[in-house]
């Protein structure tokens, strides 16, 4: 066997393993349309062609497995969130009150309304806010459907943003699935250097 014969062979196979994997990976997406070879016999990237039936699964899988419906809920009910809402609430009410009484109340007056007020909200309005939660939290957990939302807004992406939102997520594993394909095809030429040297 020539030495060259022994440096070609695997790197022929790292270069073949690479460039499968290459196509692999750049045929998750691509071609974007169908192209039809042969009759009705067409290639289209994977994602593109199975885009409705991967948008339901991914959906199922987030309301199921990642975020339902009541986590929203219970979310609203914790004390960062409650606290923002009781102020916003409080603001608001303030202001329409101050906005209401009329201009000829002395100031004095003015400020024990408010104070008195705003010491009746601080107490009552985490209570009716929760309350409110409470009520609504059921009704809103019935008709949110976190599966039909995610699949809605996959299939609204343009199939090109989509395909920059997953590169920029999985880039690294997608390039070293094209790596591995090179190192596996190295050890194949190796393999095939080795079985060629005990034959002969």
Not at 72 to 80: A, F, W
Not at 122 to 142: F, R, T, W
Not at 162 to 183: F, M, N, P, W, Y
């Amino acid at each position: 066997m020539q030495w060259w014969t022994v440096i070609i062979i695997p790197v022929i196979g790292a270069f073949i393993g690479w460039v499968t994997n290459l196509i692999a990976v750049k045929a998750i997406f691509k071609p974007y349309q169908p192209v039809h070879i042969i009759g009705t016999f067409s290639i289209q990237g994977v994602v593109p062609k199975r885009r409705q039936e991967l948008a339901r699964s991914i959906g199922e899988v987030v309301e199921k497995e990642l975020l339902k419906a009541e986590d929203l809920i219970n979310q609203m009910k914790s004390p960062e969130i409650l606290n923002k809402i009781v102020d916003t609430a409080t603001d608001s009410i303030r202001n329409m009150v101050v906005e209401r009484i009329p201009i000829w109340v002395p100031t004095t007056i003015r400020a024990v309304i408010l104070e008195m007020m705003g010491d009746m909200l601080n107490k009552q309005m985490p209570l009716m806010i929760n309350q409110i939660v409470d009520q609504a939290g059921g009704s809103v957990a019935e008709k949110v459907k976190v599966a039909q939302l995610v699949e809605d807004r996959l299939n609204d992406y343009d199939i090109k943003h989509l395909e920059k939102i997953i590169l920029t997520v999985a880039s690294r594993e997608l390039k070293h699935i094209e790596i591995i394909g090179g190192v596996l095809g190295f050890i194949i030429g190796l393999v095939q250097v080795l079985i060629i040297h005990l034959s002969a």
